[in-house]
């Protein structure tokens, strides 16, 4: 999964942040197991933020993670991921941002692309959920959804069956 903006021009810093949530067979909604985001990873390494971004600046992909969905566990059955903005220096929404774009793909193909657009006047959002279907069998499916959210609130509630 990556993650691409461009840096502002001249108001608050934008921080976007990738985050993944990871939720047990026993618990697939609500609170998560744990997450993945800046500053932690996942206890068995099959999900890494291997680039983080605090400015957009540079070129090409801000923010990096991969996911190696068939070495989780089988306890874990499903996994959301979202988007965040960090709200330090006032608040900022995807439409604040330019040049926003995620992309999800599976080796060199991609899966699914999204520029935020929909979601404009959020300040978080998921982006898409995979759902363990057998022991070695994950589907995904697009599930942009916007929230008006700092990232530790988003954190709470991006796990909500839609």
Do not use: C
Not at 37 to 44: L, M, N, Q
Not at 49 to 73: P, Q, W, Y
């Amino acid at each position: 999964m990556s993650l691409k903006w461009d840096p502002s021009s001249g108001g608050p810093v934008h921080d976007l942040d990738i985050i993944a949530a990871v939720y047990t067979a026993q618990a697939p909604a609500g609170e998560p197991a744990y997450l993945v985001h800046f500053d932690s990873r996942s206890p068995d390494g099959t999900i890494t933020l291997s680039r983080d971004s605090r400015t957009g600046l540079g070129l090409g992909i801000d923010e990096s993670m991969v996911l190696e969905l068939n070495r989780l566990a089988p306890a874990y059955a499903r996994v959301v991921v979202g988007i965040a903005i960090q709200q330090g220096g006032g608040r900022v929404t995807f439409g604040d941002v330019a040049n926003t774009a995620v992309f999800v793909k599976e080796g060199y193909e991609e899966l699914f692309r999204d520029d935020f657009g929909a979601v404009r006047d959020a300040t978080s959002a998921t982006v898409v959920e995979f759902t363990r279907q057998g022991p070695q069998t994950w589907t995904y499916r697009a599930a942009v959804h916007g929230y008006d959210a700092d990232p530790e609130a988003f954190t709470r509630s991006m796990g909500a069956l839609r």
